[in-house]
């Protein structure tokens, strides 16, 4: 049983910052990377930001320059810094375990956060 619990979320005024936690806790082997997606009204889930066990990282290129994932192995958790917010970063924010190893499974999957609101707004 994994459990994945987001954090850090609210409501913050344009050219603002916001800090997103998400721990996953659980009998835990091992995750390959860790994601943060979001979903604003009426759009599709996107890919924000990603990290893996390598340490490298991708970003949607509309955050590039004011997101900063990172991760911290031994407990998993990873964190989104966010800087110089926008009205268009309005959504909720959801983390994502990518194959992910966890006791009582053979196989790896995946996992989803239940999400956080991030509100952009004057």
């Known amino acids: 049983q994994v459990q994945v619990v987001e954090s850090g979320g609210g409501l913050v005024q344009p050219g603002g910052s916001l800090r997103l936690s998400c721990a996953a806790s659980?009998?835990?082997?091992?995750?390959?990377?860790m994601c943060w997606y979001r979903q604003a009204p009426g759009k599709q889930r996107e890919l924000v930001a990603r990290?893996?066990?390598?340490?490298?990282?991708t970003y949607a290129e509309s955050v590039k320059g004011r997101f900063t994932i990172s991760r911290t192995g031994a407990k998993n958790t990873v964190f989104l810094e966010m800087s110089s917010l926008k009205s268009e970063d309005t959504a909720v924010y959801y983390c994502?375990?990518?194959?992910?190893?966890?006791?009582?499974?053979?196989?790896?999957?995946?996992?989803w956060g239940q999400g956080t609101q991030v509100t952009v707004s004057s």
């Open positions: 990290i893996n066990t390598a340490g490298t990282v």
């Open positions: 659980g009998t835990i082997f091992s995750i390959f990377a």
């Open positions: 994502y375990l990518e194959k992910a190893w966890v006791g009582g499974t053979e196989a790896e999957f995946d996992y």
